[in-house]
């Protein structure tokens, strides 16, 4: 049965998060409360790790969720059942008559995703962010030390002679400060 629900959640996380795999937060996030399958914390380590390794965000998150919910099979469910509505939407749209793909309803269709990806991306944007600086709501507490440290990190890498580096020299940074002052 956790088989099917697994499959029938990422379906829909790949059917309607449009916009990458940050889109998928909000249905992550959502699944969190319906399942219980990980907590909103464990969602904030999936995304850290995810943005952290190579491989698109939306399957990392997906074959973690999946493991954590259901060990190795639960993971192989979740990640292809994430990726099989991708795969069965431009399998179609290849077969498609350029007609098709010139079509001003088809073209009006794709502007009008554009908000909506837009959307799902903020969404993300405000719950990593309220989980980042005060571990729940953004309008709850938020830890002081962790607002410091974004705000400075923030500035450090908008620094122009800093802006050439390697983007893992900053997350070892805050590796490093996260242990070091248990943000």
């Known amino acids: 049965m956790i088989y099917l629900q697994l499959f ?6 790949g ?16 699944m969190t409360d319906k399942y219980g399958w990980f907590t909103q914390a464990q969602l904030a380590d999936m995304i850290a ?9 939306g399957i990392n998150t997906a074959t973690f969720a999946g493991y954590n919910a259901a060990g190795i099979p639960g ?14 939407i431009i399998l179609a749209i290849s077969k498609a008559p350029q007609s098709f793909r010139d079509n ?4 009006d269709a794709f502007f009008g995703l554009r908000p909506a990806a837009t959307g799902l991306i903020a969404a993300a944007c405000y719950s990593v962010m309220a989980i980042a600086l005060s571990g729940g709501t953004l309008f709850g507490c938020i830890d002081l030390k962790r607002l410091i440290f974004f705000a400075l990190l923030l500035a450090v890498t908008n620094i122009k002679r800093l802006k050439g580096l ?15 002052f248990r943000l």
């Open 75 to 88: 993971a192989i469910t979740a990640t292809l059942s994430l990726v099989l509505p991708s795969y069965i």
């Open 104 to 107: 001003k309803y088809v073209n």
């Open 8 to 13: 029938y959640e990422f379906f829909k996380t």
């Open 15 to 30: 059917l309607f998060a449009v916009g990458g795999g940050l889109a998928t937060i909000p249905f992550l996030s959502a």
């Open 49 to 57: 790790v995810a943005e952290s390794t190579p491989g698109p965000i």
């Open 166 to 180: 390697h983007p893992v020299i900053f997350i070892a940074i805050a590796a490093a400060a996260g242990i070091a």
